[in-house]
């Protein structure tokens, strides 16, 4: 069982940077951020996967965020540039032993997510 802790979530202006944290109690093959915005379904934000840190992005994100991993691959962390207001949502971390996919119910892992507020 791995457990698993996000941190970095708050209030921010349009326009702002905030960076999320996940920290894993075991290493993981991938790890990914998800977010779920009320009324809406969870969806996929981005992931990173191996030893390689291949990483795969929503198009809705893709330009503005980062994934990244620290070297022992225990910690992940979401960077996220250019907020706008509609990446408020409560941002959940993921881990699977295996290639997951963009599919969250491939994950086996979850945080209890971290609210990101983005103000216009």
């Known amino acids: 069982q791995v457990q698993l802790l996000e941190s970095g979530g708050g209030l921010v202006q349009a326009g702002g940077s905030l960076r999320l944290s996940c920290a894993a109690s075991g290493r993981t093959f991938t790890m990914g951020w998800f977010r779920q915005a009320p009324g809406k379904e969870r969806e996929f934000v981005a992931a990173i996967r191996g030893s390689g840190g291949s990483t795969d992005y929503a198009d809705s994100v893709k330009g503005r965020f980062t994934i990244s991993t620290d070297n022992a691959r225990l910690t992940v962390y979401l960077q996220m540039n250019s907020l706008k207001p509609e990446d408020t949502a409560v941002y959940y971390c993921?881990?699977?032993?295996?290639?997951?996919?963009?599919?969250?119910?491939?994950?086996?892992?979850w945080g209890q997510g971290t609210q990101v507020t983005v103000s216009s």
């Open positions: 993921a881990a699977d032993r295996g290639a997951a996919s963009r599919l969250a119910r491939m994950y086996d892992y």
